[in-house]
């Protein structure tokens, strides 16, 4: 049990365009879900936490504007890059907090590897 | 503010031998203490995690951690590596509150050697 998708896995796209990156709770429910980015042989770093129900929290010097961040039901939130550019090539991960599981254990996708031509 | 500082951004050895991956911590509050491991172009797999219960904690693939207080450390042991047991590890941290992101260390590398 809880186990987290990411869909697409890996993603090309022409700079100026959107891009879409879903992250889905299959067997639990998550109020709480969150998005990290990592650069290669980098640590992963906190973008935003996704609420379902309400707006997200975004981290200092994250756009909110750039990366849109929904989560409209407990099993989904979506990531758009927005106009995307080179710079946002990178590998996003989301992980989903279980609303039930205690010490707060949140479960990661498998990732999405986002590059910028 | 929680921080985690992993020392050792790479570490190497051989098969068979024990490992040691090192983890400090800083935070306010009792943490909550976990250990990831990433392979390549995956996501994040939980190894351990210590949520102020038993301060040795015993996780998947033969892996354990002990949290020690008073020198603010979760170090990840496992005393026989196996050639599988490369890839990179993550520290993290989480002061427990419910809905907090979890901190990383810039993690490690482990490589293993036949």
């Known amino acids: 049990g809880a186990v987290v998708s990411q869909h697409p896995s890996r993603v090309i796209c022409k700079s100026g365009t959107s891009v879409k990156i879903e992250c889905r709770s299959l067997?639990?429910?998550?109020?709480?879900m969150f998005w990290y980015r990592q650069f290669p042989k980098q640590s992963l770093m906190l973008m935003a936490t996704s609420n379902e129900g309400s707006k997200a929290t975004y981290e200092q010097g994250v756009e909110k504007d750039k990366f849109l961040i929904n989560h409209a039901s407990l099993t989904l939130s979506t990531l758009t890059v927005t106009s995307a550019h080179p710079e946002d090539s990178s590998f996003y991960i989301c992980s989903a907090r279980h609303q039930w599981r205690s010490y707060n254990e949140q479960f990661f996708g498998p990732g999405t590897r986002l590059t910028v031509l | 503010a929680q921080s985690v500082t992993q020392l050792g951004s790479h570490v190497s050895v051989s098969e068979g031998a024990l490992v040691l991956l090192r983890c400090n911590y800083s935070?306010?509050?009792?943490?909550?203490l976990f250990w990831y491991v990433q392979y390549p172009n995956q996501g994040l797999q939980l190894l351990l995690k210590y949520t102020s219960a038993a301060t040795l904690v015993k996780g998947i693939n033969g892996f354990e951690a002990e949290f020690k207080k008073s020198e603010t450390s979760f170090h990840l042991t496992k005393p026989s590596a196996h050639m599988s047991d490369a890839a990179e590890y993550f520290c993290a941290v989480s002061e427990g509150q419910a809905g907090t992101a979890l901190i990383f260390g810039k993690g490690t590398t482990l490589s293993v050697s036949s």
């Open positions: 067997d639990f429910q998550a109020t709480t």
């Open positions: 935070s306010s509050v009792p943490p909550y």
